[in-house]
């Protein structure tokens, strides 16, 4: 317990830098993540055949193949045509990933919001844009901040998988600190700590969020 | 006298839902503050007819004439037409994400371009004709229905439509809440608001109503005067009605 101790101290600011990485990395992915899920969300609720199919195989790609192969694709594959920062393929693989799962919450929230909803904005004169955004998203945003929230969750320990292409996120501290020292345990004790510590600040955040917007129930 | 200016005016609309036709060779006419009164049993096509008349609906063919000009779907801007009519749901559709006062400010401020100070005092001005001048900052979940619904007719009221279109609006509400609705549509009715109304209330027809309009299974069977309508049907089908539910 007290050798736990000295190398959870001991390798404070390296996992530091560590976090930093991989705050980046989440905060980066899930934002582009957020725009490619409402642009497929919107594809899908089109109406339109042939862009409804477009997301649809976008969606399936995403979701029959493991995240460490899209990243892998992006960066080893797509290295011979057009070299990828490590940065950047991490980050665009996990938006591309999480992007589908965020589309379908999406759309699944805004199909929720009942019709009438869209029947009185459109009644006051309002066009299709103007109730999607005034009157459907903001309602189904507050419906989707839980899901949402699982799935920014799933987003960050998915950015561990950027260690794989040599990136010094937090996971990659641990296993290289625990490679170095041969005693990779105590390491991956500490790279937990973290993730939960990451975890537990997100879902305070995402509870208070719930709340604040739960005030005109 | 002049002749009155007609505001709405349908000729032989049809309307089907897949196989299932709705509405069967609709002519009806609605003058400048004519409070006219669509009624008849579940599923007569009542709603369906109202929906066509702002367009929530498309008709099949036949005509809509809304202030003189007639209007078609594809070649008219419909949120132009529908700035003009304004509608009242059964089930109200306030915003639930939006306060009292933001449900009423928010089509003046983003579809007139009112500004945010004027689109209040307008939307202050109508909470306070339909009663609710205490509620501006509530939102729909602590309302009433009877709030709830005279909150969705200051709403449409706050976009100055020339008609006003009420589905039912008082179907869904508590027996002892349909009073406070039905006196608002009264005082609007008297103000020389143009209004088409489905309606199960048969009192609020026969006061209010300055023409009754019975349909049955998408046919309008007779129409006359209330006093004519609910004294002297001409129709046994009419009658048949009346006598169900009076």
Redesign the interface.
Known sequence: MGEFFSIFTGSFDVFMEGLWLTLRLSVVSLLIAIVIGLFFAMLKISRIKVLEIIADLYIWIVRGTPLIVQIFILFYGLAEIWLIPEFWAASIGLAFHSGAYIAEIIRGAIQSITKGQTEAARSLGMNRSLTMRRIVLPQAFRRAVPSLGNQFIIGIKDSSLASFIGLQELFGVSNTMGSNSFNYLPYFFTVAIYYLLIVLILTIAVNQLEKKLAVSD | MTEPREMIRVEKLNKSFGDLHVLYDIDLKVNESDVVVLIGASGSGKSTLLRCL?F?EFKDDGKIIIEGEQVEADTHDL??V??K???V?Q?F???????VLGNVI??PI???GLSKKEAIKEGKRLLDKVGLGDKYDV???RLSGGQKQRV?IA??LA?QPDIMLFDEPTSALDPELVGEVLETMKELGEEGMTMVVVTHEMGFAREVGDWVVYMNEGRIVEEGKPDQIFDQPKEERTKAFLDSIL
């Open positions: 702002n929530l949120n132009k529908r700035q009519v304004g509608m749901f089930h559709n306030l915003f639930p994400h939006k306060t928010e089509a983003q579809v007139k939102y729909p979940s969705a709403r449409a976009m």
